[in-house]
Each structure stands twice: as C-alpha cells, then as structure tokens.
C-alpha cells in the first residue's frame, strides 16, 4: 500500500498508523526535487526523454510523470504483489546494531538496496538498452538512494528496523520507531528547515555532504541507527542490554533528531544527483569492484 503523509508543520500532528516505508512520500519526493535542482542540464533533458515512455511500464495506477513520482514509484508497487513481490527485499539491508557491520552481508543474489542502486546506475546509463527498462531502472535506483539514507533501513536491534517498537510521537500514540523516522520526524526536518532543502547547493555543500557509494550510505545509516536513533529513542546505547518494546519520543528528543534527519534527506537528494549525472553520462559510472556479488 502507497505510503500517503500529511506534512507536519508544528511540534505535534495528528498521524495516520500506516505501514512503514522509508522517509514516506513527501520525504521521497523532496529527495527528488533535491537532486533535479543539482543534476546538469544534459541530466534533466534526459530524465524528461524517459518520462515519455512510462506508460511501456504497464503501472497506470503507479503514475511516473517527474522525478518526484519515479522517487515513489517503487513504493506504489507494492500494491500489486503478485507482480512486483520479487522488489520488495530490495528496499533495505538491515544489519544487527550490536555486531560488526558487514558491508556484504544480508545480500544474497543482490536482493538488498546497496546492490540495486548500483544495478540500477548501470542498467540507466546502458543506452543499447529499451527506453522503458532504463526508466524502470532509473525509478528503482532515485527511491533505493533515498531508503538506503534512512537509518532504518540499515540498522536494527531484533525488530525489523524498528517496526516491532512502538512508539509515541510526542502525544500521538500508536506509532512505532521506523514509521516515525519515515513520515513526521522527516516531515517537520523538511518543512523547518532553513535555508529550503531544495535547492541548488554550492561546489563546497556538496562536497561535504555528498560522495561515497551506496555501501558508504548504508553503513553511515547503520552507525546512524547504533549510535543516535536507538540511543535517542529509549535514553540507552542499544548494546549495553535489552530495549523495551515500547517507548515515547519526547519533545526534546525529537528536537534533537531534526538536524539528523535533515542531513540524511539533504545527502540522498545531492548523492541521487551525482548517481544521475555518471549515468547520464556513462564515460564517469565508477568500475565495479572486482569480486562484487
């Protein structure tokens, strides 16, 4: 089921319990219009050629007009399981908080989102390849940059990312860790945030925020989730012991986790645009590793 979010605009919202889905649509869609505001202008030119030939993809009721839907689009899918089920692992690569990261693990055939951008990327920037392949590619590789930034997509404590710890958001109830950092938490990041996330980012912001490869972001997530998100959430360092299976994120804690969430939308949407700048011009795609799976 599509992920459907209000923005929140104060301290507290009124939300809706839905299932969890990385940084939620607003979320995606801002880490879209991020990278269109920093990809060049053979880039953008480009992405509008693909556009033309979404209906190929045979998704009426998953529209692909503009980035901002490509960003969301592999979420949409999900409603149609009997044909997209096979995708759905690729959302996350969860690794355990309290053990050594494992930039290869929980991987198997590709089947996690670090493998998948970088399949993506490739497939995007094969220009022998149909025009509707390359665009279902370059749909799965805009929303797959965007979850790998999500902590918890890539750190976890026995609980699925979060999604067996429920969670208040301040005094709205009946919420749990993931499906906050997703839709509210993200949300008000996005719309507090000054200067505009959106928008052009000098040479010297997207040196200091951009970079690196999905395998960097997942494991900046993870050690995002070890050593903020959980330690945030119920006031322990995740490791020194069991969590309990419910918690309350304070005003102050929520506070705290803005800045956090605003820096990890604001380096998915400049690290999109650098993935769509090297396959748009396919003379600058990085090599793969030798020995990758």
């Known amino acids: 089921m599509r992920l459907l979010l209000r923005a929140v605009a104060g301290a507290l919202a009124l939300v809706v319990a839905v299932p969890a889905q990385a940084w939620g649509d607003f979320g995606h869609r801002t880490t879209a219009s991020i990278a269109l ?3 060049s202008p053979d880039t953008r030119a480009g992405i509008r050629d693909l556009l033309r030939y979404a209906e190929r993809l045979g998704t009426p009721d998953c529209p692909l007009r503009s980035l901002e839907d490509a960003s969301v689009w592999p979420d949409c899918l999900r409603g149609d399981a009997a044909r997209w089920a096979y995708t759905f692992p690729w959302h996350y690569r969860t690794a355990p908080v309290c ?43 805009v929303h797959f940059a965007g979850d790998v930034h999500m902590p918890l997509h890539s750190g976890d404590k026995d609980d699925r990312g979060g999604n067996d710890r429920e969670a208040a958001y301040g005094i709205v109830e009946g919420r749990n860790l993931h499906s906050i950092w997703d839709g509210p938490l993200a949300e008000r990041a996005i719309s507090s945030a000054r200067p505009a996330l959106v928008r052009a980012y000098s040479a010297q912001e997207r040196a200091a925020l951009a970079g690196g490869t999905p395998a960097d972001w997942g494991r900046e997530s993870w050690q995002t989730a070890r050593d903020f998100v959980y330690p945030n959430a119920f006031n322990q360092a995740p490791c020194e012991g069991d969590l309990p299976q419910s918690t309350a994120l304070t005003q102050e804690d929520i506070e705290a986790a803005l800045p956090v969430a605003e820096r990890r939308i604001t380096q998915a949407g400049l690290r999109i645009a650098e993935l769509l700048d090297a396959a748009f011009a396919p003379g600058r795609l990085p090599q793969p590793e030798r020995g990758r799976r």
């Open 37 to 39: 505001a920093n990809v």
């Open 99 to 141: 053990e050594a990261y494992d930039p290869r693990g929980n991987c198997a055939n590709g089947n996690c989102v670090t493998a998948q951008i970088e399949r993506g990327q490739r497939l995007l920037a094969d220009e022998s390849l149909p025009p509707n392949v390359r665009l279902e590619a370059l749909a799965f590789m």
